[in-house]
Nanobody, 127 residues
Framework: VQLQASGGGMVQPGGSLRLSCAAS????????MVWYRQAPGKQRDLVAS???????KYADSVKGRFTISRDNAKNTVYLQMNSLKPEDTAVYYC??????????????????????WGQGTQVTVSS
């Protein structure tokens, strides 16, 4: 199982970007999907989260500007970022709690749950 994030880039203040994070592999189901961000010299902070039932939460700093959504058929989470500010500049990481399945060499099914991280995508907001 792996998470692949994409959609970062450079944008002027007031602009928009849409991040995507797709999970792939032997996936049975996905619980919470979360976006974090980490600016240089700072800790990694939660930006937005969405449960399997699509309940959302946001950091106060992004409320009203960012929207998190998910497409369960595609095992993908999105982060629509509008009205971007220079302080939104950071590496954005996706995270998901995933129930996976696999098979042993003799064909016995196995299941488990684990926390997975994407590789990070850079967002730079600058004029």
């Amino acid at each position: 199982v792996q998470l692949q994030a994409s959609g970062g880039g450079m944008v002027q203040p007031g602009g928009s970007l849409r991040l995507s994070c797709a999970a792939s592999g032997r996936i049975h189901s996905i619980n919470d999907m979360v976006w974090y961000r980490q600016a240089p010299g700072k800790q990694r902070d939660l930006v937005a989260s969405i449960t399997g039932g699509s309940t959302t939460k946001y950091a106060d700093s992004v409320k009203g500007r960012f929207t998190i959504s998910r497409d369960n058929a595609k095992n993908t989470v999105y982060l629509q970022m509008n009205s971007l500010k220079p302080e939104d500049t950071a590496v954005y990481y996706c995270n998901a709690e995933i129930y996976w399945y696999d098979y042993t060499d003799d064909g016995t099914p196995q299941t488990g749950k684990a926390d997975y991280w994407g590789q990070g995508t850079q967002v730079t907001v600058s004029s």
